[in-house]
Antibody
Framework: QVQLQESGPGLVKPSETLSLNCTVSGGSISGYYWTWFRQPPGKGLEWIGYVYYTGNTNYNPSLKSRVTIYIDTSKNQFSLKLNSVTAADTAVYYC??????????????WGQGTLVTVSS | DIQMTQSPSSLSASIGDRVTITCRAG??????LNWYQQKPGKAPKLLIY???NLHNGVPSRFSGSGSGTDFTLTISSLQPEDFAIYYC?????????FGPGTKVDIK
C-alpha cells in the first residue's frame, strides 16, 4: 500500500521560502502524478500543482510565479518550494498521488498533512 | 477556473437518516466530479469518482449521481463514522477545484 509522508519546517518567516518534502513508500514513484495541495485552517482545499515522474510539471496559475515542484526518483521523494511567503500561505500542506485508473486529478492517496505557519 | 458550490454548507442529521448533498459546477463538466470525505485533523479520503463510481473499500451506503453541472452525494443510512466534511471536486480541467464543503454533524 502506497504511503506518503510530508516533512519540513513548521514555521517560515514572511518573504522567505517554504520547502517541503514528501517521501513515498510502499510503491514505485514511476508512472504517476505527484501532487501538492494545501488547506488554510478552517477552509477548503486548493490544488498547488503536480510533478510527473518524468519531471514534467503543472502548476495552479494562481501560484505559478512562486512555486516549484520537483522529483528525485532515486530517493522516492518529491518536493515543494513556495517563495515569498506571506501569512496567507499558512495552511496544512498535503502531498498526494493520483489514481490513474480513475482519470486525471482523482486523488486516491494522501499524506497525513503538515501545518506550515508563516509568521515572524 | 471552474467554480464549485455546495449546498447545504452544513446539516444536522441522526443515525439512520438519509442524507443528500448537492454540488454545482460553474460550467458543464460531464461526469468529471469526485467526492471526498474529511474528518478533523485528517487528510481527505476519496469516496466517489466520475460522479457515480464507488472507490475501493467505500461502503455501499454512499452513492453519487449527476452530470453536466448538477451532482449529488447520498448517504442512504447515516452511520456514526460518517460525521465529517464532504467536498466535491471537478477533474474536468486545470486547475482542479473543490467545493467549499458540507459539514455533516449529529442532531
Amino acid at each position: 500500500q502506497v504511503q506518503l509522508q510530508e516533512s519540513g519546517p513548521g514555521l517560515v518567516k514572511p518573504s522567505e521560502t517554504l520547502s517541503l518534502n514528501c517521501t513515498v513508500s510502499g510503491g514505485s514513484i514511476s508512472g504517476y502524478y505527484w501532487t501538492w495541495f494545501r488547506q488554510p485552517p478552517g477552509k477548503g482545499l486548493e490544488w498547488i500543482g503536480y510533478v510527473y515522474y518524468t519531471g514534467n510539471t503543472n502548476y495552479n496559475p494562481s501560484l505559478k510565479s512562486r512555486v516549484t515542484i520537483y522529483i528525485d526518483t532515486s530517493k522516492n521523494q518529491f518536493s515543494l518550494k513556495l517563495n515569498s511567503v506571506t501569512a496567507a500561505d499558512t495552511a496544512v500542506y498535503y502531498c498526494a498521488r493520483d489514481s490513474p485508473d480513475y482519470g486525471d486529478y482523482v486523488i486516491g492517496y494522501w499524506g497525513q498533512g503538515t501545518l506550515v505557519t508563516v509568521s515572524s | 477556473d471552474i467554480q464549485m458550490t455546495q449546498s447545504p454548507s452544513s446539516l444536522s442529521a441522526s443515525i439512520g437518516d438519509r442524507v443528500t448533498i448537492t454540488c454545482r459546477a460553474g460550467q458543464r463538466i460531464s461526469t468529471y466530479l469526485n467526492w471526498y470525505q474529511q474528518k478533523p485533523g485528517k487528510a481527505p479520503k476519496l469516496l466517489i469518482y466520475y460522479a457515480s463510481n464507488l472507490h475501493n473499500g467505500v461502503p455501499s451506503r454512499f452513492s453519487g449521481s449527476g452530470s453536466g453541472t448538477d451532482f449529488t452525494l447520498t448517504i442512504s443510512s447515516l452511520q456514526p463514522e460518517d460525521f465529517a466534511i464532504y467536498y466535491c471536486q471537478q477533474s474536468y480541467s486545470t486547475p482542479p477545484t473543490f467545493g467549499p464543503g458540507t459539514k455533516v454533524d449529529i442532531k
